[in-house]
C-alpha cells in the first residue's frame, strides 16, 4: 500500500510539473503582461490566493474541533496552487482568459517565494509543524514550479508554435494523469475515508472551500470574468504541493485519506458554481448588451 500510493505521489509531482510547463509554454506575451499592466488587480488576486485562502482554512482549524490529521490537510491544500486543466474549467465557466492564463503563471511565478514563507509563518503562529522545513519547501516549490515555468516559458519563445501542438495536450494529459491517481488513491484509502469522516470534519472542510470560493470571488468582482477566475482559483488547489508538505510530519493513508475528502467536498463546492457561472453567461449571451443593461 505505501509503494502505491508513493508511485501515486510521484504522479501528481510529475502531473504539476507538466502543467506548469504547458501553461507557460501556452502563454501568450498579451497573457503575460495582462497583470503586470494591472498591478490592482494583480495584488488583490495575490492577497485572494495567498492570504485570505489560507486564512480562511486557519480559521475553521482553529475554530472547530476535528482531528490534526485533517487540520494540517486543510492548511496545506490552502498553500497549494495550479490545479490541472484550471484556466479551461475557468474559460468553460465564462472566464477572462488573460486574466486566466496570467494569473497562473504570476502566482507560480511567485509560488517558489511565498509558500515556504507561508509554511514557517503558520508554523510559527500556531506552533503546529505544518509543513517540512522551509529550505526543503522551497526547493519541492522550485521543482515543482519554478523550474517547469521557466522551462515553458524559454521553449515558447524559441518554438512558438510548440503552443499550438503540444501545449494543450500536454495540458490534459496532466489533468488525465492527476484524475486517475486521484481515482486510484480514493480506491486504496476508501475505507480510510469512510472512517475518517464525521459531522465535524464534513462541516470544517465545506466551511473552507465555501470561503475560499467566496474570497476569490468577492475580490475578483463585481467583473464577472474576473470574479469566476479568481474564485475558482482560490477553492481549486493541486495535491501534489500538500501532499508534499505535510506527509513528512504526518505520513501514513490517514493523511492522504483527509487530503482526498477535501478535495471531494471541494467538487460538491465548486461543481455548482461553475454551473451557475456558465448559465449566468448564457443568459447573458441571450439577453444581448442592450436588454442586460436596460
Not at 488583490?44 to 480559521?59: K, M
Not at 517558489?112 to 529550505?135: C, H, M, S, W
Not at 515543482?144 to 521557466?150: D, E, K, Y
Not at 486517475?180 to 484509502?189: C, E, G
Amino acid at each position: 500500500m505505501k509503494t502505491v500510493v508513493t508511485l501515486l505521489t510521484l504522479t501528481f509531482n510529475i502531473s504539476l510539473f507538466v502543467t506548469v510547463f504547458a501553461y507557460a509554454l501556452r502563454a501568450r506575451r498579451r497573457d503575460l503582461r495582462y497583470m503586470w499592466r494591472r498591478p490592482r488587480l494583480l495584488i488583490l488576486s495575490l492577497v485572494a490566493l495567498f492570504v485570505l485562502t489560507p486564512a480562511a482554512a486557519l480559521i475553521v482549524v482553529e475554530t472547530i474541533e476535528i482531528p490534526t490529521t485533517a487540520k494540517v490537510a486543510m492548511v496545506a491544500l490552502s498553500l497549494s496552487i495550479i490545479p490541472p486543466l484550471l484556466p479551461q474549467k475557468e474559460l468553460a465557466a465564462g472566464g477572462e482568459p488573460g486574466f486566466a492564463i496570467g494569473l497562473t503563471v504570476a502566482s507560480a511565478a511567485l509560488a517558489v517565494v511565498i509558500i515556504p514563507g507561508q509554511v514557517e509563518f503558520l508554523g510559527d503562529l500556531t506552533g503546529r509543524p505544518y509543513g517540512v522545513p522551509v529550505a526543503e519547501v522551497a526547493g519541492v516549490v522550485a521543482t515543482l514550479v519554478a523550474v517547469p515555468l521557466a522551462l515553458g516559458l524559454a521553449v515558447g519563445r524559441v518554438w512558438p508554435g510548440a503552443s499550438e501542438r503540444i501545449g494543450a495536450p500536454l495540458t490534459k494529459l496532466a489533468g488525465l494523469a492527476t484524475s486517475i491517481a486521484l481515482l486510484v488513491i480514493l480506491v486504496l484509502t476508501l475505507p480510510q475515508v469512510i472512517d475518517f469522516i464525521s459531522a465535524g470534519t464534513v462541516l470544517a472542510m465545506f466551511l473552507f472551500n465555501v470561503l475560499a470560493l467566496a474570497a476569490g470571488h468577492l475580490v475578483g468582482g463585481p467583473d464577472p470574468g474576473r470574479e469566476v477566475v479568481l474564485g475558482i482559483s482560490c477553492a481549486t488547489r493541486h495535491p501534489a504541493i500538500a501532499l508534499t508538505i505535510a506527509t513528512v510530519n504526518y505520513p501514513g493513508e490517514r493523511f492522504t485519506a483527509a487530503v482526498i475528502l477535501c478535495l471531494l467536498i471541494n467538487a460538491i463546492v465548486v461543481g455548482p458554481y461553475v454551473r451557475w457561472q456558465r448559465q449566468r453567461g448564457r443568459d447573458a449571451r441571450a439577453w444581448g448588451p442592450t436588454e442586460a443593461t436596460a
